[in-house]
């Protein structure tokens, strides 16, 4: 009897010692902030910037963005970077909408081009979570503010000896694509493209 009680005693010990472990140390709960966006891209096409990125997926502690809240539209005319979010909109976040790209287009007003001619607008975009609060800035991107003319009307052509002779009204009579502006040192210049036969590649010229 007392070999048994002995080796229920180790037995016991063992088990106690086995079932204790050292706590760790103590972890600051997760701020549940996205990472900032990296790959914001803009392209302008007449008066409209498209912006284009892709939504974070994960927060700057590694974990799963669970609760998306909205995203700032930041933009700055005619300085290159900014230091904080100079927001212009904001969007809010989809229920149940596809995470792999969002996209936005801002309409420059027609008098921020006459007054920043040779200037850019500097983008960015910054990601939230449910409680407005964000982990920066993404990367900043610019489009150049050029006021840009209208498509010409009323293209013509016409079999002349030289060759095809093309014409049309308007903003040549008025301007001429090729007038400098004393002012702005803003010139402008027609495309002129030509396709033959079938070959989808258009040859260009530039008058």
């Not at 909408?97 to 309409?107: C, F, I, K, L, T």
Request: charged share 20%.
């Amino acid at each position: 009897m007392r070999f048994y009680a002995c080796r229920f005693a180790v037995l016991f010990t063992t088990v106690l010692l086995a079932s204790c472990g050292l706590p760790g140390a103590p972890q600051p709960p997760s701020l549940r902030l996205p990472r900032p966006v990296n790959d914001l891209a803009a392209w302008r096409k007449g008066d409209h910037v498209f912006l284009t990125w892709t939504p974070p997926q994960r927060t700057t502690d590694g974990e799963t963005v669970r609760h998306r809240g909205p995203t700032r539209i930041c933009r700055v005319i005619a300085v290159s970077r900014m230091e904080d979010c100079a927001q212009i909109a904001q969007l809010q976040p989809v229920p149940n909408a596809p995470a792999e790209s969002a996209e936005y287009s801002d309409a420059l007003a027609p008098e921020v081009q006459r007054q920043h001619p040779l200037e850019f607008a500097t983008y960015a975009v910054q990601v939230t979570n449910d409680r407005g609060k964000a982990a920066g800035l993404s990367n900043q991107v610019q489009v150049p503010l050029a006021p840009t003319l209208p498509a010409p009307t009323g293209l013509r052509a016409e079999v002349a000896a030289k060759g095809v002779l093309l014409s049309w009204p308007g903003i040549a009579d008025e301007s001429g694509p090729q007038s400098t502006d004393e002012a702005t040192e803003l010139r402008h210049v027609y495309r002129v493209y030509r396709q033959t036969g079938t070959d989808p590649k258009a040859e260009v010229q530039v008058l």
